[in-house]
Each structure stands twice: as C-alpha cells, then as structure tokens.
C-alpha cells in the first residue's frame, strides 16, 4: 500500500479487499481509503466483497462520495473462534455489519478476527467502518462491536481433540450416515502449517482405523521417491516430520503399497472454489493398511472434495476422511460428514499459544496474559 500510495498520489482512491483474518494495522487504514473483508468463514462471498470495493471505489473516483477508514481494536491474539460464522456471535455481528451498511454515509463494515500465527505488532481482532459523515457515531458502533468480542473471549466453540483422542473415535466410528471427518487445525498449510506433521496419521494407523483416507501429507522428498518406483509395488518410506518435529512429530516409517501417481493438477466443484484450478505437484497415493495417504509436494490446505476424488479417493465413500484444515473444509466436507470432530495436533498453528514463540506482539494481550480491559 504505501509504495502505490508514493506512485498514485494523495489524491487517487485506493480499495482494498481483505480475508477476515487479517491482521489490519492503523497504516493500513491510513493508506487505503477503503476496506472491505470477507464476512463468511469459511470465505463464500469474496467474489461479492470484490464487487463491493469496485463499487465504493467507483463512486469514489466519480467525486460522489469523500471516505476514510477508521479502526478498532482489542489486546488479544484473535477473536476466541477466529470468525466462524455458522455458529457462535459472529452470526449476530454480521448481522449488525450488514445493518449498519445501510446507514447512507456507511459504506462497508469490516470485523476482522485477526491472525495469531502472525508475530507482528498490531496482531488481533479490529473493526473497521469504511464510511463519511458521523464518525463519532461509527467509532461508537465499532466499539460496540469490538466490545462484544473482547465480553466474549473464553467463549470457545471448537473442543480440541489430541491426535490419540481423535483416533479412538474414529476407529470405533459407524459410518451409517456419512464418514466421520477429523480436521487437524494445527497443521493447516492454509495458515502457515507445514503440512508434514505425522502426529494424527500415526495415531490413525496405531489404532487400526480401515476405510480411511488422509490428506495432505506434504512431503515432496517422499513423492519423487514414489513417482520412480512401480504402481503397485510395496515400498518402505520414511513419511512427514521433517520441517521441524517439535510441531506435529517426525518421520514415520510406513509400508505399503503405491496405488497411483499424478501431477497433482485438480480443479474444484464444491462452494469455496469450484472452477478453480490448483496443484498440489507431484503427487502420490499410498495405501498403508486401512489409510490411502495423500502424498503432495506443494502445501495447499483441504477446501474441496476434487482434491481427493482426482486422485482416485472418494471421501464420500469412507469411514474416516482426516484431513489437514482449519474451518474452511466445513464448507465442502460438512456436507457429507456423518460427524465433524476437531483435532489438535500440536503442529505449528496450534491454538495453544502459549507454545509458540512470540517476540513482536504487544504485551499485555489474550491469551498469553491475563488482561483486564
């Protein structure tokens, strides 16, 4: 932003879009003179947030209209749910986003959860007003709202379960009305998760679960391995665990046998991205005891059921479907599931945060400390 800001000038308008979980800084504010996120989690409307912006910056450039963007914000990693907005309070604040849209100097509401794998100063929930006129009276809708999420803080919607947890509950799991899905958030490619964390699968081969898939497994090492050898064939690998083992556990060493190879070329049918084409590069499927494992070369988190079915998997038809995501999977898997359970790992973005690293963020803030106001 600041370095279109030093090419287009003061004068020239500047829309943005965001995904909700942006960590929205004041220079952000100060820069763009529009922000517009996506309201949904898992993120349905980006293509209406787009046309949205294009819509504000129109009016903007056309003289109709004279905006700027205001912010406010909380001591805290994240909203306590990071957005969702099938359940929970989120429901009722885009609501009230949505409401307060309709004010004729309100031009797009934004209520950001924020992003607490990011170590950066201005970290956190933020509500922004994108608007003219009353700003006494839009700050003062903003502090409602960010108020709600701070009242709200220990109001956790997700159970988190272990990876042993997880695997107890699905190998005794009756898929009468649809697989049961385990989502691992720790290790979600998605927000910054390496994608190789082996804690889940092994607790899933340990506890003999059949009928299973698991995806993504990124370990690109291990895919050239298998794209040399023959279909078919058994083969011994040491799988996952390589980035960093303290996230997640190392390398497993499995045997199988290799049931296909791929490009990793895919392009989704299901509610997030539909027509959209992705990769996840060489590619290879290994089926070890009662578990077909994804085997990728490039970390994409699991959005849509093409990213098993191209490869010969077929979620719908499996007792177990565990896979690598946080949230946005609801979108595509929820669907089919008979249950939806939520698994912690221990990988890199572990919602225990108080096992990470910090060096940047604000002190005091929620969770880390214990703050008052």
Request: charged share 20%; with cysteine.
């Amino acid at each position: 932003l600041r370095r279109i800001r030093n090419v287009v000038g003061e004068d020239m308008p500047i829309a943005i879009t965001l995904d909700p979980h942006a960590n929205v800084s004041n220079q952000m504010c100060a820069l763009a003179d529009t922000i517009v996120s996506f309201k949904t989690y898992p993120h349905l409307d980006m293509r209406d947030t787009g046309r949205q912006a294009g819509e504000i910056l129109h009016r903007t450039m056309a003289g109709e209209i004279r905006l700027r963007t205001i912010r406010v914000s909380r001591p805290m990693l994240e909203e306590v749910n990071g957005g969702r907005n099938d359940i929970g309070p989120m429901i009722q604040r885009i609501a009230a986003e949505r409401a307060y849209e309709e004010r004729a100097d309100v031009f797009a509401v934004s209520v950001n959860a924020g992003f607490a794998s990011a170590d950066v100063a201005e970290v956190g929930p933020t509500v922004l007003v994108t608007g003219q006129g009353d700003f006494a009276a839009h700050a003062a809708f903003a502090e409602e709202i960010a108020d709600d999420i701070w009242n709200r803080r220990h109001d956790v919607l997700n159970d988190y379960l272990s990876a042993h947890e997880a695997a107890a509950i699905a190998a005794t799991y009756k898929p009468d009305e649809g697989p049961i899905v385990i989502a691992d958030y720790a290790d979600n490619p998605g927000a910054g998760g390496y994608g190789d964390s082996t804690d889940l699968l092994g607790a899933l081969l340990a506890a003999g679960v059949s009928n299973a898939c698991f995806g993504p497994m990124v370990d690109s090492e291990v895919a050239r391995e298998l794209h040399r050898a023959v279909l078919g064939e058994r083969v011994v690998i040491a799988l996952g665990g390589k980035t960093d083992s303290r996230f997640g556990g190392g390398p497993l060493t499995l045997e199988g046998e290799l049931v296909s190879i791929s490009d990793g070329r895919f392009t989704g049918d299901g509610p997030m991205i539909g027509g959209l084409s992705g990769s996840f590069g060489p590619t290879a499927i290994l089926r070890v005891g009662g578990v077909e494992i994804l085997i990728v070369s490039v970390a994409r988190q699991m959005l849509d059921l093409q990213q098993f079915k191209t490869f010969g998997i077929d979620p719908q038809g499996k007792g177990v479907v565990a896979i690598k995501s946080m949230h946005h999977f609801r979108a595509a898997f929820e669907p089919i599931a008979g249950k939806v359970i939520v698994c912690d790992s221990g990988a890199l973005c572990t919602p225990r945060y108080d096992r990470l690293p910090y060096r940047n963020v604000p002190i005091p803030i929620f969770p880390l400390d214990q703050v008052e106001s």
